[in-house]
């Protein structure tokens, strides 16, 4: 017959394994298993507060109520980061963007695009020569700027 201590060092003994592979850990004692969940769940935590801070930021954006859209841009080593946010999502917008960055020389290397109620662009370019050097990082960001401005002034229907 099995006693109880038995049993439950078993069972402890499982949840213990299963413990070591939810969390993908490779090591034998208990406490090793518990060190290492441990830092697995302090990675978890940090992802979260990764997505809680980006969807707080876009949340904010989209309850801000001014229609300009935002234009930020990063220099990169070889080229830039580029956001477009606006809290509304207007038909020809990113066609819009996308030819001012044509008319600035720049390759779009890799974007993320979303035109659902509101717009939002993140995209990395570069020269179309490699001659990243020669452009100004605030001098792209106005030149977008101006070029949604246009765009939206021709589009406006109260204009």
């Avoid at 413990?19 to 208990?30: F, H, K, P, Y």
């Avoid at 769940?41 to 992802?47: E, M, N, V, W």
């Avoid at 963007?97 to 995209?123: I, K, M, N, P, Y």
Wanted: hydrophobic share 35%; proline share 2%.
């Amino acid at each position: 017959m099995v006693s109880r201590e038995q049993k439950r060092g078993s069972s402890l003994r499982e949840k213990f394994q299963l413990l070591r592979s939810i969390t993908n850990s490779q090591a034998e004692s208990e406490t090793s298993i518990i060190v290492d969940a441990s830092k697995y769940i302090k990675k978890l935590k940090q992802k979260v507060e990764k997505i809680n801070n980006a969807t707080t930021s876009e949340q904010s954006f989209r309850d801000h109520s001014d229609p300009n859209p935002m234009v930020t841009v990063e220099t990169l080593e070889k080229g830039f980061m580029i956001k477009v946010m606006s809290g509304k999502n207007e038909a020809g917008m990113l066609v819009c963007v996308l030819e001012a960055f044509e008319d600035l020389g720049l390759d779009v290397v890799e974007a993320r695009v979303s035109c659902t109620d509101t717009f939002s662009l993140h995209a990395i370019g570069s020269s179309y020569n490699d001659d990243c050097e020669s452009m100004d990082g605030e001098a792209l960001k106005q030149a977008v700027e101006e070029a949604i401005r246009t765009w939206s002034n021709r589009h406006d229907p109260k204009g």
